[in-house]
């Protein structure tokens, strides 16, 4: 079992360029979340998907925009980027009310 | 908002001593989990504790939970420097249909020194 996977791991954008971050969950997970994470601080959520449909978003403007696919997979992605959009994207999979299992994660850094 | 708050921000100790991490929130919980992360990649689960529950332990791991004070605390017993990473608590701030979604807080930035 491969766990989580995102990719790529690292990139770097433009401002005002769009970007696709990509992962697939853990096998037999349903349920894929993105979060977004600052340097220093904790894990912010941004939205949580669940049989194709987006079923909770946290507190992100809808440059943000996400979808899942029939195998569960899932992207994230960011338009219009600004360099505040400079994170560590982490995606989690989980199967319902059990712990969430994190990916790698995708460096994003905007210049 | 955050709705756990890990303390210290961060700690730093010696080989073989034990390290502490305490974890405040402010909401009623069904859970809450303990999460490890190396060098700004990915989170590691560590533990998953109920709001039923105590205590739980895990190698040599110790989790505590209190929610009667809103708190939880993470011990790691005779900490080697493979432990060195930041640690945070995430609790089931928000329910979407059936599953929690982990709201975490800044994290305690742990070193051990070899």
């Known amino acids: 079992d491969a766990g989580v996977t995102q990719s790529p791991t690292h990139l770097i954008k433009t401002r005002g360029q769009q970007v696709t971050l990509r992962c697939s969950p853990k096998s037999g997970h349903d349920t894929v979340s993105w979060y977004q994470q600052a340097l220093g601080q904790g894990p912010q959520f941004i939205f949580q998907y669940y049989e194709e449909e987006e079923r909770q978003r946290g507190n992100f403007p809808d440059r943000f925009s996400g979808h899942q696919f029939p195998n569960y997979s899932s992207e994230l992605n960011v338009n219009a980027l600004l360099l505040g959009d400079s994170a560590l994207y982490l995606c989690a999979s989980s199967l319902g009310r059990y712990e969430a299992f994190f990916g790698q994660g995708t460096r994003l850094t905007v210049v | 908002s955050q709705q756990g708050e890990e303390d210290p921000q961060a700690l730093s100790i010696q080989e073989g001593e034990n390290a502490t991490m305490n974890c405040s929130y402010k909401?009623?919980?069904?859970?809450l989990q303990w999460y490890r992360q190396n060098s700004g990649r990915g989170l590691v689960h560590l533990i998953l504790i109920r709001s039923n529950e105590r205590e739980k332990h895990s190698g040599r791991l110790r989790v505590t939970l209190d929610t009667s004070k809103k708190s939880s605390s993470l011990l790691i017993t005779a900490s080697r420097a493979a432990d060195t990473a930041s640690y945070f608590c995430a609790t089931d701030g928000r329910v979407a249909g059936g599953s929690y979604i982990p709201t975490f807080g800044r994290g305690t930035s742990l070193i051990v020194h070899p």
């Open positions: 909401t009623s919980i069904n859970n």
